[in-house]
């Protein structure tokens, strides 16, 4: 069983549209959790950290249910400028490596 | 802005050849990964350094490959002998620690062994 699944897509969404990914992790002993953000040949880049009691950023909320070992992000008013790899990514405790998921794919079109 | 730099940004060589790729990570960061991605396996992790110290390298297949942090300003990844099968981009990162570490990455090296 992978560390960290998520469906990979492509999500194709048209402008303005709400999208929501999911990922789940196997250990329950994770300890933090985050989503980046990957561009057509590009490094990822951190999107923001997910907390327990969720979190906002702008367009974007990400929400951690720790009970069912799942993240998720969801994306309000999509952008063209939004199309890109989401990389869901969990961190087991302090002193070992992130974890990444494979990735979702999403494509925002006009 | 301080950035994580990877040399080469590409890197073609034939099977058998040794490959080196270098970091730079930021000045103060104290933590350097080397992750791989492919499209089958996305990004795994090939080893983690803190302080210069290795803590984890069980990602990466040791009778060909070694990381190493010669001091703090670099780090290297070598494959020695190479093969078809090492084609993928290695990524480089680099981070303050801490459970909340963010990872700032490197442009990647881009490799094809033929």
Redesign the interface.
Known sequence: RKEVEQDPGPFNVPEGATVAFNCTYSNSAS??F?WYRQDCR?????LM?VYSSGNEDGRFTAQLNRASQYISLLIRDSKLSDSATY?CVV?D???????????TTLSVSS | DARVTQTPRHKVTEMGQEVTMRCQPILGHNTV?W?RQTMM???E?LA?F?NRAP??DSGMPKDRFSAEMPDATLATLKIQPSEPRDSAVY?CASGF????????????TQLSVL
Not at chain 1, 42 to 46: A, D, V
Not at chain 2, 97 to 108: D, N, Q, R, T
């Open positions: 300890q933090s985050f590009k490094e990822p880049k951190l950290s990389l961190r405790q302090a002193g070992t490596a992130l974890i990444f998921g494979k990735g | 990964f992750y396996q996305g990004l992790l983690y803190r803590l984890d990524f620690g801490g459970i909340e570490e963010k990872l700032f990455f490197g442009s990647g």
